[in-house]
């Protein structure tokens, strides 16, 4: 399939969006609000897909061949936004063609390929960041700052819910494949699982869940998770997760955190909420930003400055991937899932 080139822009960073799917439109608005980058087009398999979304954008090239997309002159980088299990491939070829990479979460469906995924940018010195976007939103941000201010004192337990119904009407065949999605811990567990090992401050050692195919059996998923998570320094997390309520409307999450000091709460009432400790209740400074447009930064960050501190580090993806890949498979087993038995023969 030939590549149209309608607009040949120049810009800081020239960025391919690769899958114009469901969350690629969020990445694209993105980049369209960044002055530290520009859409230098659109790949997808799917060539109706890939014209529709080039169009959309203002008529930035596209193509169905990523070779093609990545040899092209201002190239610089790609977000990724396929489905899971074809991330590891491409995000090989992006290593080899010594490109920068935002790699829709979770970076792979396996430990061993996402930290063969971090070795290839390593080798390639570019960088490598996964979209765990909840990280970037302004409550899970407010979290953090509050912890690392010290709202709390040192953090022990963490309770995190993300309950909705996005499931319905239509969620698309390879997100009920577990076998290309991961399994539904892989696929939306991550990001609950990621962001309560990032506010405790502490290594995971061991989830032990439960999943259930709560809103219909047909599922090939379970569409509820709870998921136990124990710590290395002693702390713990409790998530829950649904993707599949009725309502179809319903989003509601609560947040709990406990620390040696207080607690810090954030009632279910949408994403700016308060913070309520021991010395009292105050509010979470309402930034309103874009979750998105936040992480485009962080990666951007990333790339112009390769020794400054990172939002979202490789390791922290491949972790994501193992409390993924040992929920999966705790809900298999019906026990505990160490993350030293799914991360074997993997670490360095
Ligand atoms: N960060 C978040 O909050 C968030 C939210 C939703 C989805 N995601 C992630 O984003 C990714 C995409 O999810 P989606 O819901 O947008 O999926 P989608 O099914 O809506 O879109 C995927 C697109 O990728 C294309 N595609 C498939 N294989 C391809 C290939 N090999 N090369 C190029 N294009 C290919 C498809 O034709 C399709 O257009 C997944 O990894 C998912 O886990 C993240």
């Not at 040899?71 to 070829?93: L, S, Y």
């Not at 063969?116 to 996964?130: L, N, Y």
């Not at 979470?284 to 580090?313: C, K, S, Y």
């Amino acid at each position: 399939m030939a590549r149209h080139s309608v607009i040949d822009d120049t810009g800081p960073l020239g960025v391919v969006i690769v899958g114009a799917g469901f969350i690629a439109d969020h990445h694209g608005a993105a980049l369209r609000a960044s002055s530290r980058a520009r859409l230098a087009g659109i790949v997808d398999v799917d060539a109706g897909r890939a014209s529709a979304a080039a169009t959309a954008a203002g008529g930035v090239p596209w193509t169905t061949d990523l070779a093609e997309a990545l040899a092209r002159p201002g190239v610089d980088a790609a977000i990724v936004c396929t489905p899971n299990m074809t991330h590891e491939p491409i995000a090989q070829q992006i290593a080899a063609a010594g490109k920068h990479l935002l790699m829709e979460k979770p970076l792979t469906i396996t430990v061993p390929s996402a930290r063969a995924v971090v070795e290839a940018f390593d080798a390639a010195g570019t960088v490598v960041m996964a979209a765990h976007t909840h990280r970037f939103y302004d409550y899970a941000r407010a979290v953090d700052d509050a912890i690392a201010g010290g709202a709390v004192g040192r953090p022990v337990f963490a309770r995190l819910a993300l309950l909705g119904g996005w499931i319905w009407p239509d969620w698309r065949a390879w997100v009920l494949d577990p076998a290309k999605s991961g399994g539904h811990a892989l696929h939306n567990g991550v990001h609950l699982l990621d962001l309560v090992s990032w506010w405790l401050r502490d290594e995971p050692v061991s989830v032990y869940a439960r999943g259930r195919a709560q809103t219909a059996a047909e599922l090939r998923i379970y569409d509820y998770l709870e998921m136990h998570v124990e710590y290395a320094g002693g702390a713990d997390a409790v998530c829950e997760m649904s993707r599949g309520h009725r309502p179809s409307t319903l989003d509601r999450r609560d947040v709990l955190v406990a620390g040696t000091d207080g607690v810090l709460q954030l009632p279910a009432d949408g994403w700016g909420s308060t913070v309520v400790t021991e010395s009292g209740t105050s509010l979470l400074h309402p930034q309103a930003a874009n979750g998105f447009a936040v992480q485009l930064d962080a990666w951007l960050d990333a790339i112009a400055d390769r020794a400054a501190e990172r939002a979202m580090t490789p390791a922290d993806a491949v972790r994501a991937v193992a409390l993924g890949v040992a929920t999966e498979l705790s809900i298999e087993r019906g026990e505990p899932v160490t993350l030293d038995e799914v991360m074997e023969g993997v670490r360095s």
